[in-house]
């Protein structure tokens, strides 16, 4: 039978019955300082040859990871539970949310060790299929998530390498982007005036704030006298569990000063006057703990599906009826850049991260902007040919 007196020494016998066993040391126990003996087991000698040699030589790299019981479920609860603490509270709730609902059904009950890429491919192909079926935008998050999970399941040594990073991803289409053009922009000014959100749809236009974002506003970050509104947090809706708004950090966690049309700052100067008017009628009823710029007549947050609701509704009435919320925030890009802001400026009002994402988000508009420049630089020079004529 074949001996090793080395580190992780082991043996093979057989057992009664006809099964194979091999022993090995697998190192010693912090408590005691004895040996700890552990065992693999095969139908026959070569199996056991194979899956010893396989675990001596991973003990003599270092790299052996002693065989657990812990299935991807319970390691999931761990990761959520402990190792999240320094992500946002909405990042948090996201992240369990996902994987109660979508990861560990599927892969919960599969061990740890034994989660294979195929699996998880399985896994990801299956959620775009059917009635439910999940965007590859979607699926590409669960991704993101399981992969942090094994990332740290790696770092803390229950396994020694990530199988998701063998997976391949579905590819995201990008939706085309809608747009309100010059005359759609008149179109939705008419619709929206005297309308309950008003101040907000026509805030939104001008200065490209995301949903949550303008929802978030609040009185201490607006600036009448420097005519700026300074962006550092939005407003979230946590899950059943928490089951309130609250004001959470940004998206991307980068605040940024804006300096919008002075028109825009009266229309805030307009809602500060009707919050006014509001709490002076409300009394005792009012009730705005969070200083939000856009409330209900008795001070409370708006509702982000109840004030998209009623946007689709106007935009449906000017022949519209396929843009989205965002796509204000794509129109107040398109009209800046085609009014002569520079992409710098646009990125640093959108809150981009660079100047390249906002470039190749829109891109086409700088075409255009060059082909105008290079007319008007034609029609610049035939001009001077006239005049030496």
């Not at 646009?346 to 082909?371: C, I, K, P, R, S």
Request: proline residues 3%; charged residues 25%.
């Amino acid at each position: 039978m074949p001996k090793r007196n080395a580190h992780g020494a082991g043996s093979i016998r057989q057992r009664h019955g006809g099964r194979w066993e091999a022993r090995y040391t697998s190192g010693r126990d912090p408590g005691t300082g004895k040996q700890v003996q552990k065992s693999v087991y095969g139908a026959t000698q070569e199996e056991v040859v194979k899956k010893l040699r396989q675990v001596l030589t991973e003990l003599d790299g270092g790299v052996f990871v002693e065989p657990s019981k812990m299935t991807v479920g319970a390691w999931l609860d761990i990761w959520v539970k402990e190792y999240l603490g320094a992500a946002k509270p909405s990042t948090q709730e996201n992240y369990a949310s996902y994987t109660k609902n979508h990861i560990k059904p599927s892969l919960g009950a599969v061990k740890l060790q034994k989660l294979k890429p195929h699996q998880i491919q399985a896994f990801y192909n299956s959620l775009m299929i059917g009635e439910d079926a999940l965007t590859a935008k979607t699926v590409r998050n669960i991704h993101g998530i399981l992969h942090k999970a094994l990332k740290q399941a790696v770092k803390v040594g229950y396994i020694n390498n990530n199988p998701s990073e063998m997976c391949e991803l579905p590819r995201v289409v990008k939706k085309d982007m809608k747009v309100l053009d010059t005359d759609a922009v008149g179109a939705f000014l008419a619709a929206i005036e005297g309308h309950q959100f008003e101040a907000i749809y026509f805030v939104d236009l001008f200065t490209g704030l995301r949903q949550s974002e303008i929802l978030g506003l609040t009185w201490d970050v607006v600036d009448f006298t420097a005519g700026t509104i300074f962006v550092s947090k939005q407003l979230v809706k946590g899950t059943k569990a928490r089951g309130m708004y609250y004001l959470d950090s940004l998206k991307n966690d980068k605040p940024r000063k804006i300096k919008p049309a002075s028109i825009v700052m009266q229309k805030l100067r307009e809602q500060k006057n009707r919050q006014t008017e509001w709490r002076l009628k409300a009394g005792p009823a009012w009730d705005n703990p969070l200083n939000l710029v856009f409330t209900d007549e008795l001070g409370k947050h708006l509702v982000h599906n109840t004030v998209y609701k009623h946007y689709k509704k106007v935009v449906a009435g000017i022949g519209e009826p396929d843009l989205r919320f965002h796509d204000l925030r794509h129109s107040y890009a398109v009209v800046a850049l085609m009014n002569g802001d520079d992409i710098k400026t646009v990125q640093g009002n959108l809150g981009h991260h660079t100047a390249a994402f906002t470039l190749d988000q829109y891109g086409h508009v700088t075409e255009q902007m060059q082909e105008a420049s290079a007319n008007r630089m034609d029609a610049f020079i035939k001009g001077l040919g006239k005049k030496k004529a």
